[in-house]
Nanobody, 126 residues
Framework: VQLQASGGGTVRAGGSLRLSCAAS????????AAWFRQAPNKEREIVAA????????YYVDSVKGRFTISKDNAKNAVYLQMNSLKPEDTAVYYC????????????????????WGQGTLVTVSS
């Protein structure tokens, strides 16, 4: 599957952004998905992950209560709604996916994904 991320931009602290990731080429309902981010001089880290049906979700502690991941299999898309943004959320955000036979599985490590979007930059000013 090919992924195209969009929706990044510059916002002030406390603001909101919605990232979108469009998938093409395959039936997205058989794919896990996730959002990762990479800040300057830091490792790429998981932000949120979702199983193929959208019923199982993982969030890293630093975004719990502020970010929401969702998946629309009819539109072949995954989204990340980001509210109450903080300067430390500044990073390039990447969507990722992988085909799976299990609906019970949520993948949270980089090595578990084999398709990546190109990244979209989110900048939060104080």
């Amino acid at each position: 599957v090919q992924l195209q991320a969009s929706g990044g931009g510059t916002v002030r602290a406390g603001g909101s952004l919605r990232l979108s990731c469009a998938a093409s080429g395959r039936t997205f309902s058989t794919y896990l998905a996730a959002w990762f981010r990479q800040a300057p001089n830091k490792e790429r880290e998981i932000v949120a992950a979702i199983n193929r049906s959208g019923g199982e979700i993982y969030y890293v502690d630093s975004v719990k209560g502020r970010f929401t991941i969702s998946k629309d299999n009819a539109k072949n898309a995954v989204y990340l709604q980001m509210n109450s943004l903080k300067p430390e959320d500044t990073a390039v955000y990447y969507c990722a996916s992988r085909r799976t036979n299990s609906d019970a599985y949520v993948a949270i490590s980089r090595s578990e994904y084999d398709s990546w979007g190109q990244g979209t930059l989110v900048t939060v000013s104080s």
